[in-house]
């Protein structure tokens, strides 16, 4: 009988998940490792080698460290899963003309009720990954913290684990930095591990080429979108034509096709009418967003009895975007309104919102559009009894 009981641990091959499992193992838990085949890139037709958590090298490597520490190890093999789920909504998010963030959908609406859904059939208590990030109860709710590790600190991604799977979740590595981590292998004897190099692509696009990937998985696309026209933010004015719509993200600036004498940003792309909108860097600074799709972790409404006013928050519009202060206010049960201290540059409708309070998840949602104090069209919002507001 284990000193802790049985625990499931999500291993990816890396070093990060492997020394959760070690860490876990030698604290007396039962461990059992589980690595999961998202994607066989080579079914997409991309040109790059496999690499990542769904190689077969990655596999061998949990392996070998599950045979090494005599616990057992499983492959689960959600490809289907995956597919119908992450790239659906990858595909479908660039079609509707908004910039997705697939890492946290998988976190989401993948890799969690996977391994929670095993993790029962297998006698499992808990769930372990080695994200870095902290998990605690505080009253009734389990709240996500940054990990200690400023820049391996991963609670961004993690904003849409429910109430019912941080409770059955441990993140051993929140305490550690980098370093610690890379220490312990070597200690250890996994060499292996420490000179292994970290992948930062997207699983399924390896080569990061998601405009090769959308025509190889959308064929008849690129000839359905091409041809619209590039216009000059604030003037209207034609400045080209441009491949399509899906294929530009707000904020790019490379890539463009064209030369235009001085740097020029993607600042909005319109789905319904296929135009890209062009302007200088000061051009993407917005003062507010909405957020909705919302999944709030620290409170279960931030308009309940104990917060009186909009919270005041860091919030952060991508992964390694270091926050910025605002206020928010929940505007309906589904529905934050943001207002940032200052402007915000290339905040891009589709990507993830997330709302701190020290280093304390609030919550998080998608981001529906950002707005300027000083536009002239009106921000329309919903109400809680569901009447349109238009302000």
């Known amino acids: ?21 070690v860490m876990l193992h030698e604290e007396g838990y039962e461990v059992i490792g589980m690595t999961m085949k998202t994607w066989d890139y080579a079914s997409s037709g991309g040109t790059k080698k496999e690499t990542g958590c769904c190689s077969l090298d990655s596999i061998n490597d949990a392996r070998n460290i599950a045979v090494n520490l005599g616990f057992p190890h499983y492959i689960l093999d959600i490809r289907e899963e995956f597919g119908d789920s992450v790239i659906d909504y990858f595909t479908g998010e660039y079609v509707e003309g908004r910039t997705p963030n697939p890492c946290v959908m998988c976190n989401t609406h993948i890799k969690w009720d996977a391994l929670l859904r095993r993790a029962d059939r297998l ?28 820049l391996k600190d991963q609670s961004y991604v993690l904003w849409g684990v429910s109430q019912a799977s941080l409770s059955r979740t441990k993140l051993p590595l929140g305490h550690l930095r980098k370093s610690d981590i890379r220490d312990m292998a070597t200690e250890r004897g996994f ?57 530009y993200t707000i904020g790019q600036r490379k890539g463009l096709g064209m030369a235009f004498g001085q740097p020029m940003f993607v600042t909005e792309i319109r ?47 991508r992964y390694k975007d270091p926050g910025t202060r605002a206020t928010i206010s929940q505007v309906a049960d589904d529905r934050i309104e943001v207002l940032f201290e200052e402007g915000v540059s290339a905040i891009a409708p589709g990507q993830a919102a997330v709302f701190y309070e020290g280093d304390d998840v609030i919550g ?11 536009d002239t069209w009106q921000r329309e919002q919903v109400s809680a009894d569901g009447v349109h507001v238009v302000r």
């Open 1 to 21: 009988m284990s000193k802790h009981g049985r625990i499931l641990v999500a291993m990816s091959g890396g070093i990060d998940s492997s020394l959760a499992a």
């Open 123 to 150: 006698d499992c208590e808990s769930i372990a990954t080695g994200h870095y990030a902290h998990i605690r109860k505080e009253d009734s709710r389990y709240v996500l913290s940054k990990g200690v590790d400023t």
């Open 191 to 247: 060499m292996e591990l420490v000179t292994k190099s970290e992948s930062y692509e997207i699983c399924f696009v390896p080569d990061n080429d998601y405009r090769g990937f959308l025509k190889r998985r959308l064929p008849t696309l690129e000839a359905e979108v091409a041809g619209g026209n590039f216009i000059m933010e604030g003037t209207g004015k034609v400045m080209g034509q441009h491949q399509g719509y899906p294929f």
């Open 271 to 317: 789905k319904d009418t296929n135009e890209v909108v062009l302007g200088v860097d000061k051009d993407l600074y917005r003062d507010g967003m909405v957020v909705s799709k919302l999944n709030l972790q620290k409170y279960d409404r931030i308009d309940g009895p104990h917060i009186t006013g909009p919270l005041e928050t860091v919030t952060k519009v």
């Open 364 to 374: 998080g949602g998608w981001i529906m559009k950002s707005f300027r104090q000083s």
